[in-house]
């Protein structure tokens, strides 16, 4: 390229940050995606002394908006998303003057690190240039216009992801047994107004704390009367938003419940430790900084430590499931995928897939969002593969777009539904495996550090399990 082309740089455009002083002045929305954990989250951010409003706005006008504003070839979460931002400033809801928007950003090689610049450039076309834009991030990226993580809000955080993960299991499995409708839900909100009380009154996230809750609510659940009878078991997996964000799936967990089917959804801790436990594996495959590397090993021991607890508390009632600790999961990726692939949710989807058909979730909905590459590759494009080691699976990519009708993605889980019921009755058996060697990760997961940071794909001997195709 010419000397001359390289010197020209594009002006840049200005836009309004979002200073400290706005967290007194300004309402900060920010889209909903997982509604059991975002309302404590919410709540941790309004002690913190910030005004935060959680959108729930919906319907088909929020992606006629995104496609208004930002290129459609964009990834379906982003389009939504800024979708429902403009929906909301233009529905004269709120003082334009005195609001702010909130995004992620991961900080990955995904889109997802961008958004905000989309969002930015919809925001000054649809008029509401003036509005400025907050990045969630732990990545250090805008620094200018970020939330400011102080050490009560990240132990906040961290602590309600958790909670909502527990009550997000345990409301599941036990919601579609219930003998009074609405039992299960009820200790929800029991826990989610328990759990705000204890942030305000600074409680509720030490260790002891989160022992003492996460037992509590299991013992919560555990005396629910329920009747258990045979159900379709179905599990969730996908690309984080369009996974959790009901305005995402068109209601998808709604959906299911109504289908008769019990639903597991792989907790939101799981992506925060996958991206944790991908800060070590870069510096492993690609080199960095030793100080850095042991920085996430520490962050993934301090939540390590906290998810152990959770999985204990639950496992102490015969009646419930404790879900499976991250280090378990994590090892299931052996054989299926390598653990450089971490665009997107990467080798968690798979090894989501795999853990969900081992644990008797044989049917699974891959909920897979317009644009998305990364997750096309780990979601779809792995399921053949699992399929050849387990073929009691059933798994059904969905695509979750602006022109896909509501209609046609139910139509699909339901062709599902319809094979698991047969085989629930017992009228068709699942293919019969092929004859080869062993499943593989029947092994036990490893423990300790090994387990958290297995060694990096470059230092695996080429004929590992690993490689084998
Ligand atoms: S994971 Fe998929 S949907 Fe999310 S930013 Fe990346 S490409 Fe887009």
Known sequence: MSDIYKSIKPAPVPYPRFTQEMKATHTILFPQMAPIHFAMISAAMSQEGYRTKILENGGPEVAQEGLKYVHNDTCYPALLVIGQFIDALKSGEHDLAHTALMITQTGG????????????????????????????????LERDSSLRFTLPLVRKAIAAVFYGDELM??????????????????????????????????????????KRNFAAIAADYAALPITRVPKVKVGVVGEIYVKYSPLG??????????????????????????????????????????????????????????????????????????????????????????????????????????????????????????????????????????RAEYPEANITPIDYDPSATRVNQENRIKLMIAVARERLEGAVEPAKAKAGPPRRNTAPAPTGQAAYFPPAASSVPKNSARYRK
Request: aromatic residues 8%; positive net charge; glycine residues 10%.
């Open 249 to 386: 799936n068109s209601n998808l967990e709604a959906f299911l419940a109504a289908e008769g089917c019990e639903v597991n959804l792989p907790g939101l801790m799981g992506f925060v430790q996958y991206c944790i436990v991908n800060g070590s594996q870069t510096v492993k495959l690609y080199g960095g900084s030793p100080a850095v590397k042991k920085m996430y090993e520490l962050v993934f021991d301090f939540v390590a430590a906290r998810e152990k607890l959770m999985v204990q508390a639950i496992a102490r009632h015969p009646g419930l499931t404790p879900p499976g600790l991250f280090t378990h999961t994590m090892a299931l990726h052996e054989g299926f995928i390598g653990l450089g692939a971490k665009m997107g949710e990467g080798w968690l989807l798979t090894s989501e897939m795999v853990e969900l058909v081992k644990s008797g979730f044989a049917s699974i909905v891959c909920a897979q969002p317009f644009g998305c590459l990364p997750n096309h590759v780990v979601g779809k494009g792995m399921i053949q593969k699992i």
């Open 169 to 210: 299991s345990l409301s599941n499995q036990t919601r579609p047994y219930e003998n009074s409708p609405g039992a299960a839900d009820a200790l929800i909100k029991k826990w989610q107004d328990e759990i705000c009380r204890q942030f305000a009154a600074k409680r509720g996230v030490s260790k002891r704390d989160m």
């Open 109 to 140: 090689g995904c889109r997802a690190s961008n958004y905000i610049h989309l969002l930015r450039k919809a925001l000054r076309k649809a008029g509401f240039g003036q509005v400025p834009v907050l990045s969630l991030n732990f990545s250090g």
